[in-house]
């Protein structure tokens, strides 16, 4: 029997987290194919509310139970889980969620520096699990997420939920079938306006205990007004919007282009431009993914289309999504799907889409069948996606500042990236930054471990450079929150 003392013994710095053996059979977990599957919710911001939301609306779910380090978020999805007529149980810290047998499988939607962490404790407690988007918050950390998942064999979805989107899975089969050739070059961009997010004198908040909000990162104070959601702009616990937004189209442009694997190699150039703030992570920001035969660019930008005013940039009449171009047309879309062009931009073939929303039904039915093969977006391929998001910002952050001839240089032999790299430069000068094109940061090429769990080698680099990118690519996890390699 697991008591309470010895879970949260298992969990502690000496400890590998291992848990006791899980003695009922994966079939039983969930109970049987026609019960409804005993959810608990990790993490109840914007993300986790919208999931009690869908949990209590779904009649193959059952909410058992409740948990978030904020006592005034808790709270408030109680509250809506009472007039439901239920009556979960309540927790702030996760490993009293862990330990309770009438909770099957989890649902992660905490800031990302806990991802990775949660799901190792909840596969070793026996739990399945559906853990939000970008699902690691390093590359070493998806590795051993996908490792503790085949270890234990549990069902275990990534949030990237374009994956069940019906138009994005429509479009991608009529594209394999060969209608208009091979994919042969993607662009992806994600243009959303977020402004900057302030300075504050460093602080520890009193509202809760701020040591388990950090968890795995290191408890420092914060410099920043509002704690909650600006943790993305901060890379102890966010990836940016690379990883908080840009991963949804890399994904999706992934699967309907039929890459399962990663590129060779990734560079990243962009910068913080137009705020003065505590942020960290850039907010315009050009990645080239270097696949064998399907190069990929990936544009972010959180400035408007002109300075003074909230209304984006467009791409392909689109703001967020991709284009995946064939041999003889293209796919343009995500958010409501998308249409298909051929090579003159005329309009063949719409597929509409409605935004993945049975991505929980293709969990949950998963949990069921006991079949890791019924996911949608299985932890690998969501592992994959992050490592596309990691390695681009381990570029830049491996970077220095060097003018536009420079980036210029660099890029020329990527398809599209000069092309984008030019309208990179005049979306800075609309926003009145011109003077910033003189201090882009460059990033280097960085190769990657097939693995996805490190870095191969850094383009021009010494062995000192290597061994930064490679202590980037693990992370660092501070006791008693540290794990060891699965």
Request: glycine residues 10%.
């Amino acid at each position: 029997m697991t008591t309470r003392r010895s879970f949260l013994r298992t969990t502690s710095a000496a400890a590998t987290l291992a848990f006791p053996s899980v003695r009922r059979s994966l079939a039983a977990a969930a109970g049987s194919a026609n019960e409804a599957v005993r959810l608990a919710v990790i993490g109840l911001g914007g993300k986790g509310k919208s999931h009690v939301k869908q949990v209590l609306g779904l009649p193959e779910a059952r909410l058992t139970a409740l948990c978030d380090v904020d006592p005034e978020r808790l709270s408030a999805q109680v509250a809506v889980a009472r007039e439901a007529g239920l009556q979960p149980f309540t927790a702030t810290d996760p490993r009293r969620i862990l330990e309770r047998p009438d909770v099957d499988a989890v649902i992660i939607a905490t800031p990302n520096h806990w991802h990775a962490l949660l799901t190792i404790w909840a596969c070793r407690a026996g739990k399945d699990v559906y853990v939000e988007k970008p699902i690691s918050h390093q590359m070493w950390e998806g590795a051993q997420m996908v490792a503790i998942t085949r270890q234990t064999g549990r069902i275990v979805q990534s949030g990237t939920q374009y994956r069940s989107d019906e138009g994005i899975r429509a479009a991608a089969a009529w594209i394999k079938e060969g209608h208009i050739g091979k994919p042969k070059f993607a662009h992806v961009a994600w243009y959303e306006y977020r402004p900057g997010i302030g300075r504050a004198a460093p602080h520890r908040p009193t509202t809760l205990d701020y040591d388990l909000y950090c968890g795995p990162a290191a408890a420092e104070p914060l410099t920043r007004p509002k704690l909650h959601y600006d943790w993305h702009w901060v890379w102890s616990t966010g990836d940016g919007d690379l990883g908080n937004s840009g991963v949804h189209p890399i994904d999706a442009c992934r699967m309907m282009a039929g890459l399962t694997d990663l590129p060779r190699r990734a560079l990243c150039l962009g910068g913080r431009f137009g705020v003065d703030d505590a942020g960290e992570t850039p907010n315009t920001q050009l990645t080239l993914l270097d696949y064998p035969g399907l190069p990929m660019l990936v544009e972010n930008r959180n400035l408007p289309a002109k300075a003074g005013q909230k209304a984006m940039d467009q791409f392909r009449g689109i703001r967020e999504g991709f284009a995946l171009d064939c041999e003889g047309g293209s796919f343009v879309g995500l958010k409501g799907g998308g249409w298909i062009y051929d090579r003159d931009g005329k309009r063949l073939k719409q597929f509409p889409g409605e935004g993945g929303s049975r991505h929980m039904l293709n969990f949950l039915r998963a949990v069921r069948s006991r079949r890791a093969e019924d996911l949608n977006a299985p932890v690998l391929q969501g592992h994959y996606s992050a490592v596309l998001c990691h390695i681009g910002n381990l570029s830049w952050r491996l970077g220095r500042p060097e003018s536009a001839a420079a980036c210029r240089d660099a890029v020329r032999n990527h398809p599209g990236a000069a092309a984008a790299l030019e309208q990179f430069e005049r979306h800075l000068v609309a926003n009145d930054l011109e003077s910033a094109k003189a201090r882009f940061v460059l990033g280097p090429w960085l190769e990657l471990d097939p693995s996805g769990e490190t870095i191969r080698a850094v383009s021009g680099a010494d062995a000192s450079t290597l061994a930064r990118a490679r202590a980037l690519a693990r992370g660092s996890h501070r006791a008693p929150y540290n794990f060891v390699a699965v």
